[in-house]
């Protein structure tokens, strides 16, 4: 009987399309998360000032800086679940996309390999490197451009 043992996470993730993926998305929201990280130092901000001069300050000026801090607080969720959203989006066209090359890949290892067992990773505690398939795997669908 022969066996092998699958990262299939892995052999997704260490691929050449799924780093690409991860660069290209990393620039199409890298605004969005800048904004995001822009407005969290504003509330930050006015937060730290609330605390610290608050009990200094008018009451009309501490309303006019408490209400401000809650609309750069509203404003950063709504913000934050967009981009979450439409990441979620991207990461599941691109799994969508890439996931047929996979099991391809999978499919031409295990024939060649002629296994009779293939575990995930994931269930296997221990387990000689000669048995892991994952490498293959990975140079199979980084070469089946």
């Known amino acids: 009987m022969k066996i092998a043992v699958l990262d299939y996470q892995m ?6 399309a799924a780093k690409k993926y ?10 969005q ?8 130092a504003e509330a930050k901000r006015l937060q730290e000032r609330l605390q610290r001069d608050g009990a200094q300050l008018s009451q ?9 801090f809650r609309q ?4 950063f969720q709504v913000q934050s679940k ?6 979620a989006l991207s990461d599941r066209e691109m ?21 009779d067992l293939v575990l995930d990773r994931g269930g296997v505690v221990e387990v000689k490197p000669q048995f ?3 490498r293959q795997v990975i140079e199979r669908l980084n070469s089946s451009r």
């Open 82 to 87: 967009e981009l979450n959203e439409a990441k």
């Open 95 to 115: 799994l969508e996309a890439l996931k047929p090359k996979l099991d391809s890949a999978v499919e031409t290892i295990l024939k060649s390999g002629n296994y």
């Open 72 to 75: 750069k607080a509203r404003e």
């Open 132 to 134: 892991d398939i994952t």
């Open 22 to 31: 991860s660069v290209d998305a990393e620039k199409k929201f890298g605004a």
């Open 60 to 68: 009309s000026e501490r309303e006019k800086l408490e209400l401000e």
């Open 33 to 40: 998360l800048q904004r995001l990280k822009n407005l969290e």
């Open 11 to 16: 052999a997704l993730l260490e691929s050449d």
